[in-house]
């Protein structure tokens, strides 16, 4: 087996066992054939060795920044540890190579009133005011995936018992609670403009997806890049000077919550998180949050802070 027909064999692993997203995919074809070009398609996949994977990883230092780098050999280690659970290769080449140090990143996050001015952004001249505004809504409400919030179907959704099914990484599920603002705005949404929508597209003949419960002009399926442009075009007009992104009301959502004495275990499994140290992130916000709190109220606080 050659390295190219290697790499086709584990991405097709990674969507009919592991069940990632198409994006995800495409992301570990991307690095794997990079390192497939320097060492050669043709290479047969049990013959590689740690100094040609060591020749690549120099390669990358010099045009690509520590995280870059980083996710690669993450890519590389996924597939070789595949590799080696088929017997294609006795031990992994990347065994004695290590990757670059990388800072832990803090979130970007909204204030509680950035997230309000956000969610009044929408105003009647908008061409979809309803459908942005119960968007806005859901994702601040459920801390859900903008990937995730464009797979939701309307069987998804629950409005009496303000409930949503997700569809995460790996597919797996889970339920989550909706918030009564974001279950009035999508009820709004699904009154007004969805039903008009169909309506309109049915009455001329023309295609819709009936299934998806937030839809784009032309009656299909919105897609991530839609969801990001809006938001950060309604970020702007509530002058929020950070970038706003569905990611950003995904941290909001969580760091809200951990600020108002959510358990972290529990908003673990609001997020989907496979593993409590990913949610671990969070916790440097909101000690942060609590020592202003410190400062601010405590007699002797910043008394203390400053000794």
């Not at 959704?157 to 339920?175: P, Q």
């Not at 279950?183 to 299934?211: C, M």
Request: net charge positive; with cysteine; charged share 25%.
């Amino acid at each position: 087996m050659n390295l190219k027909e290697a790499i086709a064999l584990f991405c097709r692993w990674l969507e009919n066992e592991k069940g990632y997203s198409p994006h995800t995919i495409a992301g570990y074809r991307r690095d794997l054939q990079e390192f497939s070009s320097q060492v050669g398609d043709a290479t047969a996949a049990g013959g590689l060795v740690s100094t040609q994977v060591s020749k690549f990883i120099i390669g990358l230092h010099g045009r690509n920044g520590p995280s870059t780098v980083a996710r690669k050999l993450s890519s590389l280690r996924s597939f070789f540890k595949f590799l080696q659970r088929r017997s294609v290769i006795a031990t992994s080449p990347m065994d004695n190579i290590s990757g670059p140090k990388i800072g832990k990143s803090i979130p970007n996050f909204l204030t509680v009133d950035q997230v309000f001015a956000l969610l009044e952004a929408p105003v009647d001249s908008d061409r979809f005011t309803h459908r942005d505004r119960a968007i806005l809504e859901l994702l601040y409400s459920t801390g859900i995936r903008v990937a995730e919030l464009v797979a939701t179907d309307l069987d998804d959704l629950d409005l009496k018992g303000e409930m949503l099914r997700v569809r995460g990484k790996g597919n797996k599920e889970r339920l989550v609670p909706v918030g009564r603002p974001a279950v009035k705005a999508i009820a709004a949404y699904q009154r007004g403009e969805r039903s008009a929508l169909l309506a309109e597209r049915l009455a001329h003949g023309k295609t819709v997806d009936d299934r998806a419960l937030f839809l784009n002009n032309r009656g299909g399926r919105l897609t991530t890049r839609s969801v990001e442009r809006f938001v950060d075009k309604y970020g702007q007009r509530a002058g929020i000077q950070t970038p706003v992104t569905p990611h950003a009301l995904r941290h909001s959502f969580a760091t809200h919550l951990l600020e108002m004495g959510a358990d972290l275990r529990s908003v673990q499994e609001l997020l989907g998180h496979a593993s409590l140290s990913t949610t671990q992130k969070y916790t440097h916000l909101t000690l942060d949050h609590l020592s202003r709190i410190y400062d601010a109220s405590h007699p002797l606080g910043d008394t203390k802070r400053k000794s």
